[in-house]
């Protein structure tokens, strides 16, 4: 779909239709939370640098110069050309933050007060102002002017530790999982401050108060490590690699089929009987030290053997009927080409079909969270850099004239 010809589904403006956002951040965590926030109606305002834009343009598999994830990560949103080390580009970010709802940046902690853009400076102008700041370490502590990327971040929260088979190296995840994790940790954020904004309207702050949000990629990762803490702080146990199996927990694993893998969760008690009777193992299902958590963990390597053998000699499809028919959760690992043809991601949505700047049609992923009465949806293709500057300069009284002299110094 273009930006002129929106989809039925966008005939919802969304729930935050009306909020104003200006976009400072560049690559993952920051863009990600502000395209999550224009997924839902919100108009994001991408400040990018004339010539490159985002760096994200140009990562991964690209299409004429695009790359094809940009199409993803800057959907909904408008894109602003302006060069931040000029002052009078400076000028402008401080023009657009006096009428926006919110500022999200991922800048390195001091480089946004260098520019006298600070929250202090900003909010002095608009006190209602709310401000996502996702940095590596966060913008106080004594790591704060470290660079931080989120690979780093996930080794520091505790994520890369456990992600091996136990005695090899830990592996990365597969996909830039710290920095998404920070960015929905700040979509949350900025959701609760604007819900504190509008409690706290009062005849001398009429619209409300703003503030800070402060996410640390390590700290959106640590955020997500379940009980990895206070094992240690109770018992001095340092939960190492298991690889595919869940420790503590069985039987949770995935087990090799004649022509692929299948994950099984067969950890609830009602749930191992069933997948006990489903690969003919009822002694197994009937043996009352098995009949709670802690006694499958003592004997995780019998039960394991005795769903691996009952699996190898059978294709997946096989298997997961069998499983199915049991109520056992359990399946396949998706590659895109699986996601690309499964029924039910196409039957929720989830494969949405749009048209790039440079004609090229292809599938995304679809909206989420799913609302059912203010749903979000992809209103208009990602941006050519620069597409719509000078729109976005003309509503804040930018005039042609003065266009042309700031296209002419390189501002824009």
Not at 219 to 238: D, I, K, Q, R, W
Request: proline share 7%.
């Amino acid at each position: 779909m273009s930006a002129q010809a929106p989809s039925p589904a966008s005939a919802h403006p969304g729930p935050l239709a009306g909020l104003k956002v200006l976009e400072l951040g560049q690559l993952i965590a920051g863009p990600f939370a502000a395209k999550t926030l224009a997924d839902f109606g919100a108009d994001v305002i991408k400040v990018e640098p004339p010539g490159s834009g985002d760096p994200l343009r140009q990562w991964r598999l690209v299409h004429e110069g695009t790359s094809v994830w940009w199409e993803v990560q800057s959907r909904n949103k408008r894109s602003l050309a302006l060069d931040l080390k000029q002052p009078e580009a400076r000028d402008i970010v401080r023009r657009l933050a006096a009428e926006s709802d919110v500022l999200v940046e991922n800048f390195k902690p001091g480089v946004m007060e260098a520019w006298d853009l600070g929250y202090e400076t900003l909010s002095a102008a608009n006190p209602g102002l709310v401000m996502l700041r996702i940095s590596g370490y966060g913008q106080t502590g004594p790591y704060k002017d470290r660079p931080g990327f989120g690979v780093v971040a996930e080794a520091m929260g505790g994520l890369r530790h456990l992600t091996a088979e136990p005695g090899r190296v830990p592996v990365r995840v597969g996909v830039s999982i710290g920095d998404t994790l920070a960015s929905l940790h700040g979509v949350i954020g900025i959701l609760m401050a604007l819900q504190h904004r509008h409690a706290s309207v009062s005849a001398d702050a009429p619209k409300g108060r703003g503030q800070v949000i402060d996410v640390a990629l390590y700290e959106a990762v640590f955020n997500c490590m379940e009980s990895l803490l206070p094992e240690y702080s109770a018992f001095g146990t340092v939960r190492e690699p298991a690889g595919s199996a869940l420790p503590g927990i069985a039987p949770s694993n995935a087990y090799a089929c004649r022509d692929g893998w299948v994950l099984v969760a067969g950890n609830g008690d009602s749930i191992f009987k069933r997948l006990m009777a489903a690969i003919g193992r009822d002694d197994l299902g009937r043996d009352p030290a098995l009949a709670g958590n802690a006694g499958r963990v003592a004997r995780v390597a019998e039960i394991d053997a005795a769903i691996g053998d009952w699996a190898a000699p059978r294709r997946v499809a096989e298997v997961l009927d069998a499983l199915h028919a049991a109520h056992v959760p359990a399946g396949r690992i998706y590659t895109a080409r699986d996601i690309a043809d499964d029924p039910h991601y196409r039957a929720r949505g989830m494969l949405q079909r749009v048209t790039t700047a440079l004609g090229l049609s292809l599938e995304t992923p679809g909206i989420v969270p799913k609302l059912s009465a203010t749903p979000g949806s992809i209103r208009r293709r990602a941006p050519s850099l620069g597409e719509d500057s000078d729109a976005v300069l003309r509503e804040i009284g930018v005039t042609p004239e003065q266009l042309a002299a700031l296209r002419e110094r390189g501002v824009l």
